[in-house]
């Protein structure tokens, strides 16, 4: 039987193409998870190879989607392969328990993992540049403007956060916390 195994990183990821992919290729059941590749920990793959049994066959879209390294890789294969399962990697082909198959399968992992690594590190680069700007600020950009931050949080002497919120957009959670920075900026100031 084919089953199927899908993976995002991030929640807002959209797991969709993924499954309509896995489904079009005959799986009768697909596991799938918005869980980061670079934990071992992954609760649906970790449910998936337990279920697996000799004559199954599991299909993922790309290589990626299946471990989070070379060495990952070529233990859950190795695994599969012991247990009689097949591995299908869309965007490889099948992977066969022959020697040929496993060195085109650590090739390709030794790639996914070398670009895997290329990102992190041009990701690194990229903010270390934008540190050097004056204008750098670490993380998110702030939904609402010091005005409007401002304007709520004088709302706030003759209203409730509820009703604050209302008017502004601004989130009790948001409020307190720019309440808190005020305070702090107030005493340094002092």
Same mark, same amino acid.
């Given at each position: 039987?084919?089953?199927?195994?899908?993976?995002?990183?991030? #929640?807002?990821? @959209? $797991?969709?193409?993924?499954?309509?992919? =896995?489904?079009?290729?005959?799986?009768?059941?697909?596991?799938?998870?918005?869980?980061?590749?670079?934990?071992?920990?992954?609760?649906?793959?970790?449910?998936?190879?337990?279920? $697996?049994?000799?004559?199954?066959?599991?299909?993922?879209?790309?290589?990626?989607?299946?471990?989070?390294?070379? /060495? @990952? #890789?070529?233990?859950?294969?190795?695994? $599969?392969? #012991?247990?009689?399962?097949?591995?299908?990697?869309?965007?490889?082909? =099948?992977? /066969?328990?022959?020697?040929?198959?496993?060195?085109?399968?650590?090739?390709m992992s030794s790639f996914a993992e070398f670009e895997r690594d290329m990102i992190i590190e041009r990701t690194?680069?990229?903010?270390?540049? #934008?540190?050097?700007?004056?204008?750098?600020?670490?993380?998110?950009?702030?939904?609402?403007?010091?005005?409007?931050?401002?304007?709520?949080?004088? =709302?706030?002497?003759?209203?409730t956060y509820r009703e604050v919120e209302a008017k502004t957009g601004i989130t009790k959670r948001t409020l307190?916390?720019?309440?808190?920075?005020?305070?702090?900026?107030?005493?340094? @100031?002092?």
């Open positions: 039987m084919k089953y199927g195994y899908a993976r995002v990183s991030t #929640a807002s990821q @959209d $797991l969709e193409s993924q499954v309509k992919v =896995l489904e079009k290729e005959g799986c009768k059941e697909i596991f799938s998870e918005k869980f980061t590749g670079t934990k071992a920990d992954r609760p649906k793959f970790k449910e998936i190879l337990s279920f $697996l049994k000799e004559g199954d066959t599991l299909v993922v879209t790309k290589l990626d989607r299946f471990a989070r390294s070379t /060495e @990952d #890789a070529i233990k859950t294969v190795k695994v $599969l392969f #012991a247990k009689g399962v097949k591995v299908h990697i869309l965007n490889m082909g =099948l992977i /066969e328990d022959t020697p040929t198959g496993r060195l085109i399968f650590n090739i690194r680069e990229g903010k270390a540049i #934008a540190k050097l700007r004056d204008d750098f600020k670490e993380g998110r950009p702030r939904k609402h403007s010091k005005q409007q931050v401002q304007h709520a949080l004088m =709302l706030l002497e003759t209203h307190i916390r720019r309440k808190n920075e005020q305070r702090i900026i107030n005493k340094i @100031d002092q």
